[in-house]
């Protein structure tokens, strides 16, 4: 592949990746196959269609190759086929998989019409058919920029047109989640009188972190001092049995926490002498670590060569999954751990406390698994983070919380990136999942 090939190439595929806007579509990208004349990439998506224009105009704007669209048996839709000099570029599109995702439109649905319901006295209508058109209608009519759910003009501007596309996609599913929280949400004002509620799309109420991960926010009226009791909600959509991650990090921002980047910067040490097992790589490309540049040299290494490179690439992954276990295990970081873990993973701030509500078409309930995990946290006497054995996944690490009963939290370390910048070329900075947590 010609050098000016691969880091057009590359150059689109970080252009397709960044200019995503996380809230729209649910979209992920890997490589499925590399050959010696064809490269395959497997793109999964909530919206494929949009999802296809956008890998086009990026493998156009950067002259990849030419480009067609070709039906195959891979899938449903039309790949897109792009013929370089050298090479050939296949990218497959896939429906996303596994619960609903968590899209911009889902939002609008299982997020914002119940804080409109609510304040609107709306009623949770039946789950048949004409039910959910009903109150559907009922959401239309209701909308007022005015509401007090939406907490600036620009969420507001933002809800009337997550409404006007409700109609697309699984409706009938959607608003029967809606239906579940708003009778949820009812639950508790039964028992404890709610003043106003909130839609946490891109602005935060006054005196919550910008960042906090709630979705909806309860507010309770004035406690000590004026201060408003809020409490924040986090909607997880998805079947009934199914576990989404509760934490998307990387391992930069955990030893940043710590106050350990020093430590991070140190871990590359660990990891450079798997590097210079590549032929074009030699000592003086240390200096060009985490660019781009020495970036592309492991993507060529891996179009030569993808089983060395694979195996250059789980040596570094295992390396750098033991050195967060070691942090975590460090005795001197036990406070900041119990911090971390309060803080990111179980996401509690203080005095804004956050509640996990999993919504289904059936039910809206706390999810127990995350009142287990913070209730561990509060009460942890040691904690302790282990590698599986067995043959278990690669990517996962465990930590056992305990202060006579035991906890599991089920932790995964792996690439997330696309193209050059993927495994070897993510360096030090792969991505970390919480993934769930259990009583053992």
Avoid at 141 to 165: T, V
Avoid at 385 to 407: E, I
Wanted: with cysteine.
């Amino acid at each position: 592949m010609a050098k000016n090939e691969l880091l057009q190439l590359n150059k689109a595929l970080q252009e397709f990746q960044n200019a995503k806007e996380v809230d729209d579509i649910n979209e992920e990208i890997g490589v499925k196959s590399a050959g010696k004349k064809v490269v395959t990439y497997n793109v999964k998506s909530t919206d494929r269609e949009t999802t296809r224009d956008r890998v086009e105009k990026a493998l156009k704007k950067h002259s990849v190759g030419t480009i067609k669209r070709e039906q195959r048996a891979v899938s449903s839709m039309a790949v897109t086929e792009c013929t370089g000099k050298d090479m050939k570029y296949v990218f497959v599109y896939k429906p996303t998989k596994g619960g609903m995702s968590q899209t911009t439109l889902n939002a609008s649905i299982t997020e914002l019409f119940p804080c409109i319901a609510f304040e609107a006295g709306i009623p949770a209508s039946r789950s048949d058919r004409n039910s959910i058109r009903t109150f559907y209608n009922q959401i239309i009519n209701a909308y007022s920029p005015n509401l007090k759910c939406f907490l600036d003009d620009r969420d507001a501007k933002a809800g009337k047109e997550f409404i006007d596309k409700a109609e697309t996609g699984k409706f009938d599913e959607k608003v029967k989640n809606a239906i579940n929280i708003l009778r949820w949400v009812r639950r508790v004002h039964h028992k404890h009188p709610i003043k106003e509620i909130y839609w946490g799309y891109r602005k935060k109420p006054t005196g919550v972190m910008s960042n906090h991960p709630g979705d909806i926010f309860l507010n309770f009226g004035t406690g000590p001092k004026g201060k408003k009791k809020i409490l924040g909600v986090s909607l997880k959509a998805g079947g009934a049995k199914t576990d989404e991650p509760k934490l998307n990090t990387y391992v930069k921002p955990i030893f940043d926490f710590y106050g350990k980047t020093n430590q991070y910067e140190k871990i590359k040490d660990l990891l450079w002498p798997q590097y210079l097992q590549i032929p074009s790589i030699e000592e003086s490309d240390k200096a060009n670590w985490g660019k781009n540049t020495l970036a592309l040299k492991t993507y060529e290494f891996e179009k030569l060569n993808e089983a060395e490179y694979n195996r250059l690439y789980d040596m570094n992954l295992d390396i750098i999954k033991n050195e967060l276990v070691k942090l975590i295990n460090d005795r001197n970081n036990f406070e900041k751990t119990k911090q971390w873990l309060s803080e990111k993973v179980a996401q509690q701030q203080q005095d804004v406390p956050l509640v996990v509500v999993k919504a289904t078409e059936s039910f809206a309930r706390r999810d127990k698994a995350s009142d287990l995990l913070i209730e561990a946290v509060a009460s942890v006497k040691t904690i302790r983070a282990s590698v599986p054995t067995g043959g278990r996944s690669k990517q996962a690490f465990n930590v056992m919380l305990a202060d006579g009963s035991k906890v599991t939290m089920d932790f995964t370390t792996r690439t997330n990136k696309v193209g050059a910048n993927h495994k070897l070329g993510q360096f030090t900075n792969l991505a970390v999942k919480f993934n769930k947590v259990k009583p053992t």
